[in-house]
């Protein structure tokens, strides 16, 4: 536990070194209007906060600098308050006046708006489901317990999964729920199918087959695909204006690893959580190339379900209280749009 005052002290270095990138000494920290210690005082708590893993000093500096741990403590401690300027509320507020038709262009112009605003680089996940809908459903039997889910897409992709059939279902049963999704799912969103069935379609299965929970668990993996996720990116050489990044070596791995899109999708997916902003702190993050990087993530919804990721990649020394309020209010936003269109 720290004390009240190291936690001030340590609040103040990571303030301060998000805004210079230089290593802070004592003097200056005691020149602040919100810290009434004096310089010796400063120094000994700098020194414990060191001793405890909080604080790093580099070699060529008598000053400190946030280690990892620092960084961590720090975003864990933030205040609630959303640390979003006016000019860029009015930033968002003019993107998201403007008239979208399309998702993918919806999340191209998310990203790009992100990267502008923040400085820093926009990561946006997405799946590319949303003008993807069910053409067609059958079930090609194989033998008397399993079959092959055949579906497909608007955009002709086929899709096709095999699946045990419930024992002591006949053949007339099969066929019936066949006709059934297709009379009833065909034009539906693929992201929409399972709650479409598990709502809509259910009662009326139940009220026309015998064995209702048994076709019911069969159509639950059926249609238990993975969404294709797509990345949108921007601002990727934002890296270079970092004072950290002046080494080019570590510039190339981070541009090389923003170019390997399966890569790219793994790394956003791991990141990512059913709800409120994740942040990973240096060797958090779960490639090497990131190591002397945060990335800060929010999910945005439909349907209470999560269908994609925002993702603001920055060197540790980010503004992490401003840029998870701009992401906060950005993933909310996105998620309101989406309502509107798809509702």
């Known amino acids: 536990m720290l004390t009240e005052r190291q936690k001030m002290i340590l609040n103040a270095i990571v303030d301060d070194y998000i805004r210079s990138a230089e290593p802070v000494g004592s003097r200056s920290i005691s020149k ?9 005082t400063i120094r000994n708590e700098m020194a414990d906060l060191e001793e405890l893993g909080f604080l790093e000093q580099p070699h060529t500096s008598a000053g400190r600098i946030p280690s990892q741990k620092g960084y961590r403590y720090y975003v864990d401690h933030l205040s609630p308050v959303e640390a979003v300027n006016t000019a860029e509320v009015k930033e968002l507020k003019r993107f998201f006046a403007e008239k979208l038709s399309a998702a ?3 999340m191209q112009h998310a990203a790009m708006v992100l990267s502008n605003v923040t400085n820093y680089t926009s990561i946006l996940l997405g799946p590319e489901v949303f003008h993807t809908s069910l053409r067609h459903f059958q079930l090609l039997t194989l033998d008397h317990e399993t079959a092959i889910a055949i579906m497909v897409t608007s955009t002709g992709q086929v899709e096709n999964r095999k699946i045990r059939i419930p024992e002591n279902v006949s053949a007339s049963e099969l066929e019936q729920m066949v006709n059934l999704l297709n009379s009833r799912l065909v034009g539906v969103p693929l992201y929409k199918l399972k709650t479409r069935i598990f709502t809509e379609i259910s009662e009326e299965m139940q009220r026309h087959l015998e064995h209702y929970e048994e076709m019911m668990a069969t159509l639950n993996s059926a249609f238990d695909h993975e969404q294709e996720q797509k990345i949108f990116l921007s601002g990727a050489t934002n890296m270079l204006i970092q004072p950290e990044f002046r080494d080019m070596d570590k510039v190339k791995s981070i541009l090389d690893l923003l170019e390997e899109t399966p890569t790219l999708t793994r790394l956003m997916a791991e990141a990512s959580a059913p709800h409120g902003i994740q942040v990973r702190i ?18 945005y919804e439909l349907d209470g379900e999560s269908l994609g990721t925002i993702g603001i990649l920055g060197p540790t020394r980010m503004e992490y209280a401003r ?9 909310h936003d996105v998620t309101g749009i989406l309502k509107q269109w798809y509702r």
């Open 32 to 40: 602040r209007g919100d810290v009434n210690y004096s310089p010796a």
């Open 104 to 106: 993918e262009q919806l």
């Open 282 to 299: 240096g060797a958090e993050n779960a490639h090497q190339a990131f190591e002397n990087c945060s990335l800060i993530t929010a999910t």
């Open 323 to 331: 840029v998870m309020g701009i992401l906060n209010m950005l993933s």
